[in-house]
């Protein structure tokens, strides 16, 4: 795959200080902090569908559970604490897919021991701790840091932003968005919604269209009545950028029916959308339907693997990933989502300020 996940690669060396032909290739030794569902597939995909890196240690807050996904990827080194994989020599680059109230201090970890590091969003819980991370890295001077918004690679919003730098479209006006779950967890709470869920849609709003989101306002509808304890479920949130597009976007953790996520772009002169992605429609009792995916897991499967491999890849050859969010992307992305939560809570539109964008992120 080449560095935005789309093709194959250079794949001659691993090593970021040789790329001389016909030395041998490096493959990289992965470390991967937290084994729960993300933890869990990463671990799946860096062992059998990605090349170029081995997962060689893995770490959970539950030791056996670290110890069976450990198992599954042909037995590997259990840490007990996700710093101490980090300092494990035998570590060249670090997964976190830890809960999000750690991420902050294991990708510090990772930037202060020099090991490039793809962090599960949220970057971190704040727009302050991003930007901890942020002067950490700019101090180290080198990005060291990728953030897993997966959605960059998946094949269908890459070819929306393809058409839409095509200028096939026309300037880009509006931005519709649905973000379906099948069921949410019972431990999830309304600020999740955004922080967990409409994070995508932010991030990808700012990397389809290139520009900056400036304001946000969340509206509550009626509440569903599957949506358990006090979760406010469904949202609907609406975002302005600095060039004037607005977005909205429906999230609906407690859908029922199935997982499913919309995006229609429109533009000046046309329109573009994702669809479905189901390999065949089926007619049976006087109906024609597509399957629907469980779980973002299934639905973006290929975007899961295209992000590892391209993670891989430019980590190698010592660089980063073209199309990858950066911890800027992860810091516009969060600060996006305290203006959606402000909203949440008083009502009204936010407005969004961002701090200056370091050269490093240019
Ligand atoms: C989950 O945490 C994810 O990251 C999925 O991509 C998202 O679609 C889902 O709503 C979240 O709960």
Known sequence: MTEDGSGDGDRTSGNPDDH????????????????????????????????????????DAD?????????DAGGCRVHDEGLGLIKDPGVDVVVVASPDPTHERFVLACVEAGKPVLCEKPLAE???????????????????????????????YAEMKRLLDSSALGAPLLVHNQHRNEQSPPWFASGMSIVSSAIHEIDTLRWLLGEEIV?????????????PGGLEDPLLILLRTAGG????AEVFVNAGYGYDVRCELVGETGT???????????????????RLPSDWIERFAAAYDRELQAWVDATARGTVAGAAAS????????????????????????????????????
């Open 63 to 71: 030791r056996d559970r670290a110890a069976r996904v450990a198992c």
């Open 20 to 59: 001389g032909e016909g030395s041998p290739a490096r493959v990289l030794r992965a470390g991967v902090i937290g084994t729960g569902i993300m933890g869990a597939d990463h671990v799946r995909r860096l062992a059998g569908s990605v090349s170029g890196a081995e997962v060689v240690a893995v770490s």
């Open 215 to 227: 304001a946000a306002q969340v509206m509550r509808p009626r509440r569903s009545g599957a949506a």
């Open 272 to 290: 573009t959308s994702l669809v479905p992605p189901a390999p065949v429609a089926t007619r049976a009792a006087r109906a024609e339907g597509q």
């Open 126 to 156: 704040t727009s302050a701790a991003c930007q901890r991370i942020i002067s950490a890295e700019v101090a180290a001077g080198r990005r060291l840091v990728q953030v897993g918004f997966m959605r960059r690679f998946d094949p269908g």
């Open 245 to 248: 597009v607005l977005a909205d």
């Open 327 to 362: 911890a800027w992307d992860g810091y516009a992305a969060t600060a996006v989502a305290e203006a959606c939560l402000e909203s949440l809570a008083g009502g009204g539109t936010v407005e969004v300020s961002l701090a200056t964008r370091p050269p490093l992120y240019a």
